[in-house]
C-alpha cells in the first residue's frame, strides 16, 4: 500500500471518527468499516477486524480518562464496574461467534450483513434523532411562546428542570 491521499483522508477521518465515537460512547464501527472499506481499499473482512483494534484503543483512552472521575450525583466513581464485569462473559461470547462467522462466510456475505446492520443502525438513529427535536421543539414552544430563543442557559435553569 503506497502513502497517498487516500490514506491521508482515512487517517483524518479515522482521528475524528475515534474522537466522536469516544465522546457519544458509540465506538466508531459504523465510521471506520465504511472508510477502511471505501477510502483506504481494505476489503470488509479485513475492514472488520481493524476496526476493532481501534475501537479498542479508543476505548482504552476513554477509560483511561474516566478512570478518577466521581459520579456526579452519587457518591461512587464514574465506571460502573460491576456492570462492566456482567457484561464481559456475553460480550467475549459475541466475539468469538462473530470471529467465526467472519472466518466461515464469504465476503459477499459478509458486505450485504454489514450494510443491513449500518442502515437499521443508521435509521435507528435518525428516528431517535427526530422524536428527540420534536421534544424540544415542543418544549420551546410551551416555555417560549412569544419567539424568546434560549441562549446561554443551562438546562438546569429552565422552569421545567427547576
Given amino acids: 500500500m503506497k502513502f497517498g491521499w487516500r490514506i491521508v483522508l482515512g487517517s483524518f477521518i479515522g482521528f475524528f471518527g475515534a474522537a466522536f465515537g469516544s465522546v457519544g460512547g458509540v465506538g466508531g464501527g459504523g465510521i471506520f468499516v465504511p472508510m477502511l472499506t471505501l477510502i483506504i481499499g ?3 473482512k479485513s475492514s472488520a477486524a481493524m476496526s476493532k483494534c481501534m475501537i479498542t484503543g479508543a476505548a482504552v483512552s476513554t477509560v483511561y480518562c474516566n478512570l478518577k472521575l466521581k459520579h456526579p450525583t452519587l457518591d461512587m466513581p464514574m465506571i460502573d464496574y460491576d456492570l462492566a464485569l456482567l457484561i464481559q462473559p456475553m460480550l467475549m461470547m459475541g466475539v468469538s461467534i462473530g470471529v467465526i ?23 435507528k438513529a435518525f428516528l431517535k434523532g427526530v422524536e428527540a427535536w420534536k421534544k424540544e421543539t415542543m418544549i420551546r414552544r410551551v416555555w417560549y411562546p412569544f419567539g424568546r430563543t434560549f441562549t446561554g442557559r443551562s438546562l438546569a435553569f429552565w422552569p421545567p428542570f427547576g
Fill in 42 to 44: 481494505f476489503d470488509p
Fill in 101 to 123: 462467522c467472519n472466518v466461515i462466510f464469504p465476503e459477499w456475505l459478509v458486505t450485504i450483513l454489514l450494510i443491513i446492520l449500518f442502515l437499521v443502525t443508521a435509521i
